[in-house]
């Protein structure tokens, strides 16, 4: 079993920034991938950002693009997402996801383990 385990939400005000920190822990495999989603009150769970095993591979929705960044250590099986001009239509709870198998980056249902998610609320 994986535990994946969110960091980092907060309060802040427009044009802010928060990082947020995702660790996995467990019976981690090698070779995964992470991922950063958002679910907003009233709406679906939507992709924000992933990152592959090795680093060199970024995604990112184009609702962030340019703003978030996404970046890991995997001596420390941590994934984060910095993220910076924040709007208030940013306002969702982030859900950090580990995925080990193939498929595509943006779809959660590929994602294997998931963790409970953290506030992040943009104020105007």
């Known amino acids: 079993q994986v535990q994946v385990v969110e960091s980092g939400g907060g309060l802040v005000q427009a044009g802010g920034s928060l990082r947020l920190s995702c660790a996995a822990s467990?019976?981690?495999?090698?070779?995964?991938?992470m991922g950063w989603f958002r679910q907003a009150p009233g709406k679906e769970r939507e992709f924000v950002a992933a990152?592959?095993?090795?680093?060199?591979?970024?995604y990112y929705a184009e609702s962030v693009k340019g703003r978030y960044t996404i970046s890991r250590d995997n001596a420390k099986n941590t994934v984060y997402l910095q993220m910076n001009s924040l709007k208030p239509e940013d306002t969702a709870v982030y859900y950090c996801?580990?995925?080990?198998?193939?498929?595509?980056?943006?779809?959660?249902?590929?994602?294997?383990?998931w963790g409970q998610g953290t506030q992040v609320t943009v104020s105007s």
């Open positions: 990152i592959n095993w090795s680093g060199d591979g970024t």
């Open positions: 996801a580990v995925k080990y198998y193939r498929g595509s980056y943006y779809s959660d249902g590929k994602y294997d383990y």
């Open positions: 467990g019976r981690t495999l090698s070779s995964y991938a």
